[in-house]
């Protein structure tokens, strides 16, 4: 049975961070606040006139250089954003044109904090039904592009990012199975109201503040550790793999107190969950793609072992992939 194997990982974080104690100065919060309700210390923030293609750019550039894949040779690019260069066209094809990736086929997927998750699962059924051989994966965001500097209940959690995947086919080993879920009936939990056709941009949305986000925290927070628990045990079931034998987990990075919780419900012991959120805050997309990149920059993963993604995030939207790395 054939499947697909991730061959590179990349990332890209922009220079320039933004600590706690630089958020004091902006609005009414504190550096033991963000540290205890979210284990955030600090974030990175782009330049003006970075966009996400720009960050996707540099992380697939490592992706592809340490996949040994050259970027004609691919056949799918797909990149996983909630804050794309401009609605269309996709940020996807910017990436291409950056990249010179002249055979590929490109697309955008809007799956919030699953989006890497997402678009993991897609690539890998392109590869294994034979239709693509290799695809460049990535999960972008300039999430200060849409945060309310004004709002310390969510400026304070959110910064900017990339990562990327190389994914090759494979008969043996790879991605062994993925679970994916959504409930739509919540989406005001977590939304970018404005600048869509329900709401266009105008004085109007802006004097609203709708090109902001908007969240509800708590409700999100209780339905995040059930529902990642939830989706990381259906995808190890449909792997026929048992808890006990992962090696690492990637959750998406939220909020500690969400990934600490989900640990123990899994009956995980810390080492072998990856966290990085002290570092970076939430990335969505990017969150989960870092991670595994990080990961696997520091050794934590290696050949034969099984590893976890497990997300969740506006939409509402989850999933949760089951790799053997090889
Ligand atoms: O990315 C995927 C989806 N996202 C999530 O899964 C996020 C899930 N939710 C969370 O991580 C947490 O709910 C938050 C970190 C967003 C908030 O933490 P919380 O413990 O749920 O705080 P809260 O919203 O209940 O607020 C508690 C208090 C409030 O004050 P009062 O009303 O109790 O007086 C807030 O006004 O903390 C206040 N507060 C702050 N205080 C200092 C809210 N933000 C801040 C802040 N600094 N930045």
Redesign the pocket.
Known sequence: MRSAKIVGLGKYLPPRKLTNSD?EKM????DD??TT??GIKKRHIVEKGMSASTLAKYAARQALKRAGIKSSDLDLIIVATITPDTQFPSTACYLQNHLHARHAACFDVSA??AGFVYALTCAWQFISTGFYKNALIVGSEVLSSITDWQD??????FGDGAGAAVLTSTSRGGILSAYLGSDGSKGDF?ILPGGGSRFPSSHETIDQGLHHIK?K??E??RI?VRIMVQAAKKALKKAKVPVRDVKMLIP?Q??I??INAVTKRLKLTPEQVYVNIARYG?M?SASSAIALCEAWEEEKISRGDVIVLDA???GLVWGSTVIRWI
């Open positions: 958020l609005v009414e919060t504190s606040w963000i309700r979210t919030a904090c310390r209940s969510t400026c304070v959690l977590l969240m925290g708590n999100l927070f995040a998406h939220a909020n107190r969400i939430n969505s969740f995030g506006g």
